[in-house]
């Protein structure tokens, strides 16, 4: 245990001295498994048997997914659809943000890909109409990681495949989670923006007139409303794997986005083609090192040393619930997504197994927990990405980003953690879980 966190210790100074996340995840399982004794060529074979899994297909292909969304237009027509909805009220554009990442993150399942695609088309709009940069920064980076609660969520499949659970389960899990905060961050957005003079707001339609936008955005946008309809209910109608929705959901995007909308040419088919692989090329490395670092923890049987050691501290469920979220925190606050997913998996899945609790119910609580860290400072990836997109300082968005999550993430944690019937509802209903 007491090498376990050394190796972790290293991994996190690393980590905030801005070595890259790969490279301080190889160095902390190299570490470990030499300081443990374990022979690093008999772990190496794990960690390529692992990340090879046909299920972990479906990782890349959602990236490219949504990739491919952003550069074919077919995003640009859902934000018009959504606009065309709410978008003539106060705080109207706000709410447009919001829904927007939720669908987005009903294709592609990745926060960082939502922010790519949806920050750089809404917060200018946002800012020309009359909203606060700062809070408009925020919103988008809160709203960003609603992708890890709608599926089909990346976190959520690597999760899955680590912990060795249901993938349908878990994506059901989150659903109605994501629901609910999408809800709750349109009904934030309006109260604070209530006040607001500076907001632009065009004239009120007549009904028939408001009908026909409507009608005219989502005949655009059919094609691209149909994405999520499609690889959700190739899934859940037990037509496609996760995996093979995924490469459905490319499949589909090419067409669309070259032939129909027509926002992709062969050339930036081709630019898109190798950003996907080079963000692909990224996470992998970081997964194998965690796979390698997984083998090795398991096989000096540290979850198990951890799971005693919480033990000690409480036999309260809900005590122990509340520090593993605490952990969970931290762990969002350092590393991404899908990193923070691997390490709930190995760290806290044995543990929640002794304690009786639901593993389907913690993986809504991992998805619930690892976005708020994701936005939490100090680290914050998925913050510092959106202030990046604005190229604002932090003094700018910090503020309202503390109001989003205070008053609205931090109270659905609480909600996921000691309500499992919002988590399990769904799986029970549809999967017979």
Same mark, same amino acid.
């Given at each position: 245990m007491t090498l376990f966190l050394i190796a972790m210790a290293v991994i996190v100074i690393l980590i905030l001295i801005e070595i890259p996340v790969a490279f301080a995840f190889g160095i902390g399982a190299v570490l470990f498994a030499f300081t443990t004794g374990n022979n690093i060529s008999f772990l190496i074979p794990h960690g390529f048997k692992t990340a090879s899994g046909f299920a972990l297909l479906a990782l890349p292909l959602f990236i490219f997914a949504g990739l491919l969304m952003a550069e074919g237009g077919i995003s640009e027509r859902l934000l018009n659809f959504v606009n065309s909805i709410v978008g003539r009220i106060k705080g109207g554009l706000g709410a447009v943000t919001v829904l927007t990442c939720a669908l987005f993150g009903a294709i592609s399942g990745s926060s960082s890909a939502a922010i790519a695609a949806v920050g750089q088309i809404m917060i200018p709009r946002m800012v020309r109409e009359g909203y606060p940069a700062g809070h408009a920064t925020a919103l988008v980076a809160c709203s960003s990681v609603l992708a890890l609660l709608i599926p089909p969520s990346i976190p959520m499949i690597v999760f899955s495949i680590t912990g060795g659970i249901s993938v349908g389960a878990a994506f059901l899990s989150t659903i109605i989670p994501g629901i609910l905060l999408t809800i709750l961050y349109c009904l934030l957005n309006m109260w604070f923006l209530r006040?607001?003079?500076? @907001?632009? %707001?065009?004239? +009120? %339609?007549p009904f028939k007139q408001a009908a026909k936008g409507v009608a005219k955005t989502g005949y655009h946008a059919v094609f691209a409303l149909l994405m999520p309809m499609i690889i959700l209910g190739a899934i859940y109608s037990? @037509? &496609?794997t996760p995996t093979e929705a995924a490469a459905i959901a490319v499949i589909? &995007? @090419? +067409?669309?986005g070259l032939f129909i909308y027509k926002g992709m040419t062969l050339k930036s088919l081709s630019s898109v083609t190798v950003r996907a692989v080079t963000m692909t090329g990224s996470i992998m490395a970081v997964l194998f090192f965690l796979f390698i670092m997984s083998r090795a923890m398991i096989l000096e049987q540290v979850p198990r040393d951890l799971a005693h050691a919480l033990l000690q501290v409480s036999e309260n469920k809900y005590v122990l619930l509340l520090l593993i979220n605490l952990l969970l925190l931290l762990i969002g606050m350092i590393v991404d997504d899908i990193s923070g997913s691997v390490l709930a998996a190995i760290i806290f899945l044995p543990i929640i197994n002794e304690l009786g609790i639901d593993p389907i119910h913690f993986a809504a609580v991992v998805?619930?927990?690892?976005g708020l860290g994701n936005v939490s400072p100090p680290c914050a990836p998925m913050l510092y990405m959106a202030g990046g997109v604005s190229k604002l300082s932090l003094d700018r968005y910090i503020t309202p980003t503390v109001k989003f999550l205070c008053l609205g993430h931090l109270p659905m944690v609480f909600l996921v953690t000691f309500v499992p019937e919002l988590s399990l509802f769904l799986p029970e209903l549809l999967l017979g879980y």
């Amino acid at each position: 245990m007491t090498l376990f966190l050394i190796a972790m210790a290293v991994i996190v100074i690393l980590i905030l001295i801005e070595i890259p996340v790969a490279f301080a995840f190889g160095i902390g399982a190299v570490l470990f498994a030499f300081t443990t004794g374990n022979n690093i060529s008999f772990l190496i074979p794990h960690g390529f048997k692992t990340a090879s899994g046909f299920a972990l297909l479906a990782l890349p292909l959602f990236i490219f997914a949504g990739l491919l969304m952003a550069e074919g237009g077919i995003s640009e027509r859902l934000l018009n659809f959504v606009n065309s909805i709410v978008g003539r009220i106060k705080g109207g554009l706000g709410a447009v943000t919001v829904l927007t990442c939720a669908l987005f993150g009903a294709i592609s399942g990745s926060s960082s890909a939502a922010i790519a695609a949806v920050g750089q088309i809404m917060i200018p709009r946002m800012v020309r109409e009359g909203y606060p940069a700062g809070h408009a920064t925020a919103l988008v980076a809160c709203s960003s990681v609603l992708a890890l609660l709608i599926p089909p969520s990346i976190p959520m499949i690597v999760f899955s495949i680590t912990g060795g659970i249901s993938v349908g389960a878990a994506f059901l899990s989150t659903i109605i989670p994501g629901i609910l905060l999408t809800i709750l961050y349109c009904l934030l957005n309006m109260w604070f923006l209530r006040n607001n003079q500076d @907001i632009k %707001l065009d004239e +009120p %339609l007549p009904f028939k007139q408001a009908a026909k936008g409507v009608a005219k955005t989502g005949y655009h946008a059919v094609f691209a409303l149909l994405m999520p309809m499609i690889i959700l209910g190739a899934i859940y109608s037990g @037509i &496609a794997t996760p995996t093979e929705a995924a490469a459905i959901a490319v499949i589909y &995007a @090419i +067409p669309v986005g070259l032939f129909i909308y027509k926002g992709m040419t062969l050339k930036s088919l081709s630019s898109v083609t190798v950003r996907a692989v080079t963000m692909t090329g990224s996470i992998m490395a970081v997964l194998f090192f965690l796979f390698i670092m997984s083998r090795a923890m398991i096989l000096e049987q540290v979850p198990r040393d951890l799971a005693h050691a919480l033990l000690q501290v409480s036999e309260n469920k809900y005590v122990l619930l509340l520090l593993i979220n605490l952990l969970l925190l931290l762990i969002g606050m350092i590393v991404d997504d899908i990193s923070g997913s691997v390490l709930a998996a190995i760290i806290f899945l044995p543990i929640i197994n002794e304690l009786g609790i639901d593993p389907i119910h913690f993986a809504a609580v991992v998805g619930v927990n690892l976005g708020l860290g994701n936005v939490s400072p100090p680290c914050a990836p998925m913050l510092y990405m959106a202030g990046g997109v604005s190229k604002l300082s932090l003094d700018r968005y910090i503020t309202p980003t503390v109001k989003f999550l205070c008053l609205g993430h931090l109270p659905m944690v609480f909600l996921v953690t000691f309500v499992p019937e919002l988590s399990l509802f769904l799986p029970e209903l549809l999967l017979g879980y």
